[in-house]
């Protein structure tokens, strides 16, 4: 008896050819993803090995050398008026991250990022908010986002009228509306030991180079069942079943 021969049908030949590229192009393509996130925990990491800088000496038009440039400065905190950036999560906990407005002796103001803060009972209470007083010295990091964020409306976020604000993006060229005063074009994250610091909950990058991998694997998983299953039903075509029902007859 003669094997049966490979049927696939063209239907399923054009889908296999098709999809089969694209779902290897999506599976490197994580793994470069991958090997992006490692170089830059390398040299976030290294530059937050150098000794801190004065704030006033950020070259602030260079932003692909500013990301995780640890800098130095005093000045006072802007306590009436602080931002909420919310759905932040820290250990399952539902909060905001705190952004204070920091006017530095220099004449520079610079929003702050002070970490995350649990909210209210309720999504109506707002947190209390640590008051710091007078000039204090603060270090941080400088932080450049590495995409734009995800917004749900192009509007601008407004209409609320008292302090702290909630809102779902750090858009400085509305907050420089709002406060009237002409601000550095990125946040600084505080580091450990600087006054006004709540809970730092920061990564390095948005998504960790472990799940770059995991996702490859699962497209490189999804291109071996393609092909599996283009095989499979390629020898299980009907028009064997029929030519091997008929040398059976006869």
Do not use: C
């Not at 470069?32 to 038009?61: C, M, T, Y």
């Not at 820290?90 to 520079?108: D, H, K």
């Not at 209470?125 to 590495?146: F, K, S």
Request: hydrophobic share 40%; charged share 20%.
């Amino acid at each position: 008896m003669s094997l049966p021969q490979f049927r696939p049908g063209w239907k399923l030949t054009v889908f296999t050819l098709v999809f089969t590229p694209l779902l290897l192009w999506l599976g490197f393509w994580q793994l470069d993803r991958e090997q992006e996130k490692v170089a830059l925990q390398a040299d976030f990491g290294s530059r937050g090995q150098r000794p801190a800088i004065p704030l006033e000496n950020v070259d602030w038009s260079r932003p692909g050398e500013l990301a995780y440039l640890k800098v130095i400065t005093t000045g006072a905190y802007d306590n009436e008026r602080t931002y909420l950036l919310d759905n932040r999560t820290y250990q399952g906990r539902v909060g905001y991250e705190l952004i204070s407005p920091f006017a530095a002796q220099s004449g520079m103001t610079i929003l702050v990022n002070r970490g995350w803060i649990a909210q209210g009972a309720t999504r109506a209470e707002l947190p209390q908010i640590n008051r710091i007083e007078g000039q204090v010295e603060i270090m941080a990091t400088i932080y450049v986002p590495l995409e734009e964020p995800f917004l749900l409306s192009s509007t601008p976020e407004g209409g609320q009228a008292t302090w702290p604000r909630v809102i779902q993006s750090i858009q400085v060229s509305q907050m420089e509306q709002e406060l009237d005063q002409t601000l550095a074009p990125y946040t600084i994250r505080l580091q450990e030991q600087s006054p006004g610091l709540e809970q730092n909950n920061w990564q390095t990058v948005n998504m960790l180079p472990e799940k770059h991998r995991a996702y490859a694997v699962q497209w490189f998983a999804m291109t071996f069942a393609l092909l599996a299953m283009y095989i499979f039903f390629g020898f299980r075509h009907p028009a064997n079943n029929t030519t091997l029902q008929r040398r059976t007859e006869s």
